[in-house]
């Protein structure tokens, strides 16, 4: 009689574990896949900036005789970025990082050429470049939205990889951290505003 206790007692902790460990296996798989998701929705914000380029700097070549070495640099640093790619399934820190210098590279270089327009009037009242400062404004801020979205959902992904006992299964199972986005050392340094 004892013994069939025993049994049955192990029976049902095989069991508990086996529906917890299918669950938890079940809930890495959703959130992995959620991570994915936002990882592609980043990279489409990105991609919308590095479509956009192409046309910005044709408008910009048409309206004003202007500095080559700016669009040259536009160009490069939007070939450096779009030739770098990451797999949402084994993100880590040193390729986000290498990932966010060259998407940097971008920002710059338009901050030149967005600064460097200022010089030139009949570009500035240019409509197809209005538009496009436009459309590129409305693209840095979906690329905010898409990495924030991004960490939020890592975030959640990582609690539950280092939680008890989900802690446990991801180690089973192969789940591990993954990287978030984090903040440029540039990001760091107020910027100066000189109107001189």
């Known amino acids: 009689m004892?013994?069939?206790t025993i049994s049955v007692v192990l029976i049902l902790l095989g069991?508990?574990?086996?529906?917890g460990g299918c669950t938890t296996y079940n809930d890495f798989v959703n959130l992995d896949e959620e991570v994915e998701n936002e990882w592609s929705k980043v990279q489409t914000a990105y991609q919308r900036r590095a479509d956009l380029i192409p046309n910005l700097v044709n408008t910009v070549k048409g309206v004003a005789n202007f500095?080559?070495?700016t669009l040259t640099s536009i160009v490069e640093a939007r070939s450096k970025a779009t030739s770098i790619t990451i797999d949402p399934k084994n993100i880590t820190p040193e390729q986000l990082q290498s990932f966010e210098q060259a998407q940097a590279g971008i920002?710059?270089?338009?901050?030149?050429?967005?600064?460097?327009?200022?010089?030139y009037p009949e570009l500035k009242a240019s409509a197809a470049f209005v538009e496009l400062q436009t459309q590129l404004e409305g693209t840095e801020n979906r690329?905010?939205?898409?990495?924030d979205r991004f960490n939020d959902t890592v975030t959640i992904y990582n609690k539950k990889v280092r939680r008890f006992p989900g802690s446990i299964f991801a180690g089973m199972f192969g789940f591990s951290?993954?990287?978030q986005f984090q903040a440029s050392?540039?990001?760091q340094?107020?910027?100066e505003v000189n109107f001189n």
Not at 15 to 19: A, C, E, F, K, R
């Open 2 to 4: 004892r013994s069939l």
């Open 15 to 19: 069991l508990i574990l086996l529906v």
């Open 67 to 69: 500095e080559q070495q």
């Open 107 to 119: 920002s710059q270089s338009l901050g030149r050429l967005l600064f460097v327009a200022e010089q």
């Open 143 to 147: 690329i905010k939205v898409a990495r």
């Open 177 to 179: 951290q993954k990287a």
């Open 185 to 187: 050392e540039a990001a």
């Open 189 to 191: 340094n107020v910027p």
